[in-house]
């Protein structure tokens, strides 16, 4: 039996997301509101206010895929959403694999991150099926340890 692990957000990272994730996610409606009432009514007014619209919903999708903590118990892989408390749980037997993620571009930002932080900035562990977990190393407590745990539990299991 493998011993529980578990990984959670940062309180740094709590406390800008409880901060920066309302003006991010409503920001852009609110500017779009507020083009279509005070600026002069036309096409390219409409269409920057869609365009703000569809930004808002952009980054509150992505906003909202984010986990306030993810724990693997060597059966049950659960972890809460950090906006929508949605508890997402899943068993060893449905991981499909885990995904390193790392930089998709190579240029001198990502080499001065890379040697910073390192290059692996986290994982996804993929499910058969629902949605994937991402563990991100800075965001979260103990990251490496869980994915390692999880991959030492899948080798075990012959996956």
Not at 5 to 22: K, M, Y
Not at 23 to 45: H, K, N, W, Y
Request: with cysteine.
């Amino acid at each position: 039996m493998t011993e529980r692990i578990r990984s959670d957000q940062r309180l740094a990272v709590t406390i800008a997301a409880l901060i920066f994730g309302p003006l991010f996610m409503l920001g852009p409606v609110a500017g779009g509101i507020c083009i279509l009432v005070l600026a002069r009514l036309s096409v390219e007014t409409v269409l920057f206010a869609i365009g703000l619209c569809c930004l808002s919903a952009f980054l509150t999708y992505h906003m909202t895929q984010n986990y306030q903590w993810v724990e693997f118990d060597g059966i049950h892989i659960r972890g809460r959403r950090f906006w929508t408390r949605r508890l997402v749980e899943n068993t060893l037997a449905d991981v499909q694999e885990i995904r390193v993620l790392g930089a998709l571009a190579r240029n001198k930002v990502t080499s001065v991150t890379d040697a910073i932080i390192g290059p692996v900035r986290g994982w996804e562990i993929c499910f058969r099926h629902g949605p994937s977990i991402a563990v991100i190393r800075l965001d979260m407590k103990n990251a490496e340890q869980l994915a390692a745990t999880v991959e030492r539990a899948l080798q075990q299991r012959g996956t």
